[in-house]
């Protein structure tokens, strides 16, 4: 039986939404994403399965899409199968294909991913996830490279490459019961372990920097650069989110126009983690200090956001003197409106206006 791909429910390599950026950024400078960039030179001739895993957001079909582009299969299909997308009674028939009349409603024969990603990748996201009956079949396939379609009888062989991703911890769910002991070891013959972004902080300038010029193109915007303070507070949250939420961030940069309204978000949710020493050690003073002085920081901003950043309102909303204000704006760094332009030469009269709100004391 003939395996042709069918074009609609291909994912291409190169489409803008999954675009591979130049390995440089994708890997950084961080120790733990070079040490991954070495295992990838590594793999990318290999035909064998690899299992990448890591957090939600931190890259894992990114890396799967640059180990095809350097296989021997560069040149066929990338597939990709996100298993939970897809309710269970339909995930076999989209993973191996069916038969004409295979179940209600099969009106004509189809094939699954595996078919389509002949003669290149298939990327199976999320394979924790998969339903233990279609794990034995999974197996078999990675064994001998042999399937069935559903409702069919002849057996077809498949020439593909196989990548898998999750974001579980796969030795707890084979402990569980709910991950074959066999299937686990077929697909992790290498493992990549992706970091989150917390432990890679040197990589959030260049990566945030990357995003805003990205999505200032796509949306026709032209933004000014990111202010070093909204820097600093990118490289102090801890992102949960990983990567997508710095790039989701960088969005809501590009269209707001600047980090006047993200700054203080990010400061009232900013986490400086205060690593122990190697004694289990840890300065209670410096971490309370350190505590007082964000949620202090985090409060200004927030101040002046609601007050666009009219510093005599916004001290008068705080209950402190504007002499206060000013110091402490000076003492965190915050001179002026973050992402706020360079001013223009002021008009007659408002230097007047700005040096009389400068001598203005608001007890």
Known sequence: MAMTPTAACLLPAEADDFAVPDPDLLFGRSVAMQRVRVTLEHLGAAPIPVLITGESGTGKELVARLLHRQSRVAAGPFVKLNCPAIPATLLESELFGHEKGAFTGAHAGKPGRVEQATGGTLFLDEIGELELGLQGKLLQLLQDGCFMRLGGREELRADTRMLFATNRNLEAEMAAGRLRQDLYYRINVVGVELPPLRQR???????????????????????????????????????????????????????????????????????????????????????????????????????????????????????????????????????????????????????????????????
């Open 201 to 363: 902080r040197e990589d959030i300038p260049r990566l945030a920097r990357y995003f805003v010029s990205l999505h200032g193109r796509r949306y026709g915007r032209a933004v000014a650069p990111l202010p070093a303070e909204f820097v600093s507070a990118l490289q102090r949250y801890p992102w949960p989110g990983n990567v997508r939420e710095l790039e989701n961030m960088m969005k809501r940069y590009v269209v707001l126009g600047g980090a006047a309204e993200l700054l203080p978000l990010l400061m009232a949710r900013s986490e400086q983690e205060l690593e122990p020493d190697g004694e289990g050690s840890v300065s209670l003073k410096a971490l309370t200090r350190h505590a007082v002085q964000e949620l202090e920081r985090g409060i200004i901003l927030q101040a002046l956001a609601a007050h666009r950043w009219h510093r005599k309102r916004a001290a008068k909303a705080l209950h402190i003197s504007y002499r206060a204000l000013l110091y402490k704006l000076k003492q965190n760094g915050l001179q002026s409106a973050p992402g706020a332009h360079a001013p223009a030469a002021p008009a007659p009269g408002a230097r007047a206006a700005a040096t009389a709100e400068e001598k203005e004391v608001t007890q």
